[in-house]
Every structure is written in C-alpha cells, then in structure tokens.
C-alpha cells in the first residue's frame, strides 16, 4: 500500500521522547486505530544534563510494544550507531532539524530503504534542505520533507513555521511534504490553526506532539497536546479533508 | 452595517499604484459586485527615481471614479499632507508596512474616524505592532491589523509571510486580522495558497494585488494576479468559506 | 571647516532623551571641551504612554543653553513638524531607525543644508539603506550613515551590531560611516569593545549615550554610561587613535 | 609551552580544502616559520556532488608531508569515523558549523585530549553554542569557540559575522575566542577590516582562508586570500597588535 499518498493527509502524533510502555498504550487506546506513532528513542538535547532518551532499554520496550500492536514508529536517529540499533523497530526513520546538514549521516540513509522524514535546518534555506534531500534520496527509499519552523526574530513562538515553503515546494518539488506545528510554534494553543492552514495549504501531513500527562513529560512538556486534544485535532482535520479532496490518515 | 465583520472574509483587492480610470473600470467590471477596491495614490519607493504615485492628479481622477461608481477605496497614507490630501476620496485608510513605525502619523490618525489598516513593520515584533495599534486606536475609530510577510534569510519568497502571527492575534487580541499574500511572498504562483491558508487559519480577509495587466504596471508587476486569476482565487475561496463559517465579501 | 574629515573619528555623546538644563551642564562640564552633543527632544516611544520627549519646552531650554555653551547638537526629527521646530537649534539632523523609510520625511530634508545622520532601519538591506540615502542628499547637504545594530535571533544583546556593514560602505561608497554602539548592543558592558572594533574597521566615529545619573533617565537606562565610563572611553580611543591614523574630536 | 595563551593573537591560515603537497607547500614557504596550517581533508559540502575532501587520500599526504615540515595542524571531523582516520595527523580539531548540534560527535570529542575549535551554528545563539561547548569539555581538552558568522537576511557577505558574540563571551566565559572572517564575510576584500577589528575587541586569534592560486581552489574560490595578501595581512596584525597587548603567533 505505501504511505504519504497523494490524497491522504496523514497525522503522525506521540510523545517527543519515549518514556515507558504504559506512556504508548494509553496512546494507543486513545486513538484506537491509531497507524502512525512518533516517539524519540534516541534525543538530541541543547543542556548535556537534560534527559536523553531512553536508548537501548528503550529499544528493548519498543519492540516488546511492538509485538502486541500495529502501528509504523516514526523515530529519529541521531547518528549512524543509532540508525544501527534502530534498525528493527523503526519503520520510518526521522532526520531532526539538527542534523539537516549532518551530510556523512545522510550519505548512510541513502543506502537503506526505509522512508526518511528530513526536517528543516533551523535556518536552512529551501534549497539547502533539497540538497540534503538528495545525499539521501536513492531508488530504494523515499524522502519526505517535513517544515518545522525556522529561527526569526520574533519571541512570542518557540520558531517561525514557515507554511510559504510548503507552498513552494509542492509546487516546484516531487517532495512528499509535513509540517510540525508542534515545534513549529512550541505553543499548544496555535497547533490546531496551522494544522488546518497546513491542510488548506497542500501539506501531506503533519507531525504533532501528544502526551497523556503533559505536565510530567521528560522533553517539550509545554508544546504537547493531551490526549483528547489530539483526538479532537483529528477530528477537526477529519472533518475539513474532504474540502481539500484529502483523506485523513493517522 | 460596517466593515470585518466577525463571519465575513473580505478580499480587497485591485492594483498596487493607481495608474489611471481605465485600470480601475476593468478592474470594477471583472469583479462586477466589488465592493473594495485597493489603490495607491501615493507611493512609497526604495528608489527615488521609481514611480512615487499619481498623487493631486490620482485623487481628482479618484473622485471622478467614484461618482459613477460604488466602492470602499483602500489607499495609503504616507505622510500627514497625504492624510489631509485623500481624507475626500479614500474609505479606509492604510498604513504600510515602512509607517509602521512613524508614530507621528499614527498619533494624527487617531484623531480621525476612519477604519485604519496597520501593516506589520518588515521585522516588527508582535508586540511592537500591536503598540503602534494603540497609537492610533481610538473610540471613534477601529484599527485592522494586516500581516504581509516578515524579513528572513529565505530568498525564494520577497518576504516570508508569517501566519502564526495571525493565530496569535486571533487568539490573544481582539484585533480583526487581514493578511496580504501578494507582499508576503512576491510570487502569483503562491497567493492561492497562501489565501486558502489565511481563511484556515482564522483571519478576517486579506488584500491581494491584481491589474489589468501585469507586465505592464508600474509597481510591483511580478506580484500582481491578472483579473481572470483573481476571479478564480475568489470563488475558490467562496466554495471554501462555508466550511469555516465564513462569508466571503469582496 | 567641517564635520567629519577623512582622518578624524568623531565622538558624538550625550543622553538618549534631553531631560533638562542640569543634565547637559554636567555633561558637558565632565568633557570640558565637548564639540558634539547629541539629546533627544523628540522621542519615538514603541509605547504610547512612554517619554515623548520634552518637545517645545526641550527647544526653549536648549536655546537657552546654546547661549552659554559652545557645542554642536545633534537631534532626531521624528516629522515634518519637528523638523520646522527644530530648525535654530540643532546642527546635525539625525534620523532615528524608524524613520529611514519615512521616505516623505527624507525628501524634506534635501531641502535643507545641515549635515543629516541617517540610521540604519532596523533590518534594511545596505541597498535600502543607500537608496533611502540618496533620497536626502542634495548639493547643499551631507548625509552620513549610522550603523545602530540589526535584529537578529540573538537575545543576549539589544540588537546585532553589523560591522560587516561598515566596511563594505567604506570599500564600496563614499559616505561616512558612523557606529551606534549603544543601542548597537544594549549593553553598557559590551560598549568600549565595540567602539574600538569600530575604530579599527574604519568608521569615521561613534554615536554614544551616557547620563549624569543613568539609573533615572527617562529613557533608555539600561545602555547609558556614566560620565567616569565615558571620560574614559574617549580616553582609550584617543591612545588608539593614532595607530589607526585618525585623531578623535569629540 | 600549549596553544592560544592570554596575550597571543593566533591566525590559522591555509585552504579550505586539502588537495595536494605542493599546495601546503607553497603555503609553508610562503609564511617560513608558520605554526598553524588549517586544510580541510574531509568537506562538507551543500551539493552531493561537490568534491568532498581528498579523505583517506588526503590523511596518506598530509602524513607525509608532517615527516618534513613542522606545524600544526587543523582539520575538520565530519563524523566518529572521520575523527578516528584524522587522528594520527591532526593536531587540533575543528567542528564546523553544520555539526555545532551534532551533540553525539561532540560527546566523542570529550573523549579525547586534543584542543577542539568549536564554530558557532549557521543561527545558533550563545547559550546554544556555550552549551554545546559543554558536550565536549572536559578535564583532558580544551575547547575554543569559533564566531564564522550567523544567517541574516542581508546578502552583500554571505553570512554577517557577529563581533558581538566575542565581546559577550570574552566577558561572561573563560573560553578562549577566535573569528573566522573568511566564511563570516566570503569577501576578499573585507577580511582585512574584520581582522582588525577581531583583534581590536578581543578575540584570541582568527582562523583564514588562503590558496596559492583561489581562482583554481576545490571550495570556497572567492573567499580565499592570495599568498601575498595573506603575508600583508599578517604583517599588518603584527604591527597593529603590541597596542592591544597582544603578540601575533602564526
């Protein structure tokens, strides 16, 4: 079947860092049928002290979780030791905006087939980010992009979600694109209105962050939506798709 | 019945200088209801040899306009004379995005009963702007915020339109909010997009440049949509108003 | 015989906003020799409650000051008004940030023969910068340029002071080039540092705030040296100055 | 005796790019007793399909070339397989711009005893980059940060080298400082003025791109010194430096 096809929206949503078995379950239950879970295993943080994913006992959880449900983990690899430890329980592989220009590990993503979430650079230009694309880009896999805001002046959101570039690379590029309103604005309250402007602008989906206890989660506590917001964030989307000859995935 | 009404979405639309009556009768006649009409009388220009306005010969070919024809003029002040000088013939009065800062001025439209559209500065802050509203902001008066795009390092788009301002302010002011595809991005092949993103994302309208024909204007050609193409951006955005509770008015 | 001669480095002191006749005595009482004084009678405050400056009651007192004392001042026109009521007591017409697209405000003063400082806008390009340039200057006049710091991502200072700028307008124009280090950076702490980085890369000089008392000033507190801290700023840059072939007047 | 003391100014000079034993030999003889070479053997470059470094080639070369000449030498890692193959021949390590977030290389780094020259991200701010100077700090090493110039919507340099930053970490770290105005400008003609404004606010040295022949340079052509204009520029440091308390090493 595939995934990010042309007329499906696709809402991939989870908690930012892994924390636990429990954590997953209680989304999974939340969403039902949920297909597409995100959840950092391995995490790149500023502070050295700050919590830094649960690694390879998180490995380990994963794929005992992964035994019981049915869904694709989206999750991030850090460097090519992670892509390797990675490598059976991820079913698409996310590049964060931090190692955009990470070139050596983008070299080594061309030579698997799995799919590639590629963020956006903090401040990388359009074209920067579709060259990055292209160390990865091979006939077996394919490259999504995904926009998840880029760094302005501005203070009063975490970044600056850029919703022009999504326009211009689905005009101008073959690139499946996302968006990730939950970085891209770091504020719980604008997730569900650049969600719907990702939806009315041509995106093919958004990445977004939920936890079932927000306040005690380990990594982006304040960017998280609860578990009934998604479901409401889903709902909504479910409702305008149609609209736009799409088809909610998530 | 007054303007920016809570369910409506007014597009404003026409050319970015006033050029002459035929301009504007074309303009009239391919939108046959339109009810707002954009044109700058004065202009402000990087260079100083550009093209600065019609001006004293825009306002009385404006008012001969006006008498065989009903609309709302949009049109720029640029300077306290300007202000004296078009207070007979414009409807709603628009700040630009380089007045943002001019607090003079601002100051002197408060002392006047006309709706004012206040352009965001090109690297304002929030705040900022929503500061310069206040100076102009008055009981006799309203002020409408525009968003048309802010400065980034992103050279693919004229300016990089930023939509998380207008959920902000949706959500955190009582300011009605229009945003202006044409300047935030400089490409025609973007607006559609861009349009359809605003109404998603809740604001109030937006203003779009158009002319008769483009490639022969004096200002900003490469931005303006032909007639034919601004017809189809408004009814793409009528058939999708419903579906966010809105009317379209234009 | 003139400001601002190619082997000079020009330092322009004074307090942000002219509070009084006390205020300037003290100031010019702790140069003993000062040539260049720079008050603002006029304020351009992003909050409307804020400081306006003394306005008329400034210009009668400063007047007054005149009488006694021997400087040159520099002050900012905020309009066309200003302009006119500023006209027998100021030397050197500075235009503030906000104002460098004020493009009205900047043809008038090509009408006039005072030397104008013209600041750069908070994110303009050097090509506008220029251009906005050349919209005042006329045989009679003189324009310099004042580079006053760009907004960046950064938070730890005020505003990024562009350097880079300086040097390219002195390799690739003919104007004179002054450094706003004060508002630059918003740091007292970062301000000799820059100023000798400005001395060293070429500027023709600096625009620098201090204040008798700079924890009561009205406006701008936080970035304001003490009388001692200027004293000895002139001091280190007139030790330097020789090295880098230029003499300081201040 | 060890590298980057209090009182020296250190300028690393050499190619971006590695790309064979008689370029480094001009190079050496060029400046007779130079210390610090810098020379990229592994690149990281924006297209796939830009050449890349003479990589193991390179290591092969520059072994041999370190039989008959004495200096120090500055490379570039790109990954933990690069910093392993470089170890043997690499005096002082430098992390690039693109890889300041790469928090697992620099956690690698911490590992090991050799000085780390960290450049500053495209649009990293100072707590970001001091943070990540902490992944790789430890009681073995020392790291030195390097500002390279940050992303800003001007394009007359192509990137805006920030001053400021080595004036604010001068005064609020212990690191030691060095400014890189080859990439910070990508100006020829401006890296003299930044040099000396480098020193004059600071900073403990810079880090330069030169060639014997730019025009026929792998990488980064246009912002390569000549030779000669490299031997200027240093002489031109060293006279200027005793009035900054500084000796010249190079």
């Known amino acids: ?16 860092s892994f ?12 969403l039902e049928t ?28 994963m794929s005992a979780l992964k035994v019981d449900h049915n869904f694709c ?39 698997q087939s799995k799919p590639v979430i590629l963020k956006r650079g903090l401040s990388a230009t359009i074209d920067e980010w579709v060259q990055a694309a292209q160390y990865i880009n091979s006939d077996e896999n394919q490259v999504i992009l995904c926009e998840r805001g880029i760094r302005s002046f501005e203070s009063k959101y975490r970044n600056t979600l850029d919703l022009n570039a999504v326009s211009y690379l689905k005009q101008k590029t073959n690139y499946k694109v996302l968006v990730d309103p939950s970085h891209g604005t770091g504020n719980t309250f604008m997730i569900e209105d650049l969600s719907k402007a990702s939806m009315a602008i041509g995106a093919d989906g958004i990445l977004v962050e939920a936890h079932f206890n927000p306040a005690q989660a380990l990594s982006d506590a ?29």
């Open 222 to 250: 304040h960017q998280a939506l609860t578990l009934p917001q998604l479901r409401g964030l889903i709902q909504n989307l479910n409702s305008l798709a149609p609209h736009f000859n799409k088809k909610v995935v998530f």
């Open 1 to 16: 079947m595939g995934h990010f096809l042309d007329n499906t929206f696709t809402i991939i949503s989870g908690p930012c």
């Open 73 to 111: 983990l989206v999750s991030e690899v850090v460097s090519m030791q992670s892509l390797e430890a990675l490598k059976d329980v991820v079913d698409i592989i996310q590049v964060g905006t931090r190692n955009m220009y990470n070139y050596e590990l983008l070299k080594e993503l061309s030579k």
């Open 19 to 30: 924390e636990g078995q429990d954590q997953i379950r209680e989304h999974l239950d939340c």
């Open 34 to 61: 949920s297909k597409y879970l995100r959840a950092g295993i391995f995490k790149l943080r500023t502070n050295k002290d700050s919590f830094q994913g649960l690694r390879a006992r998180g490995i380990e959880q």
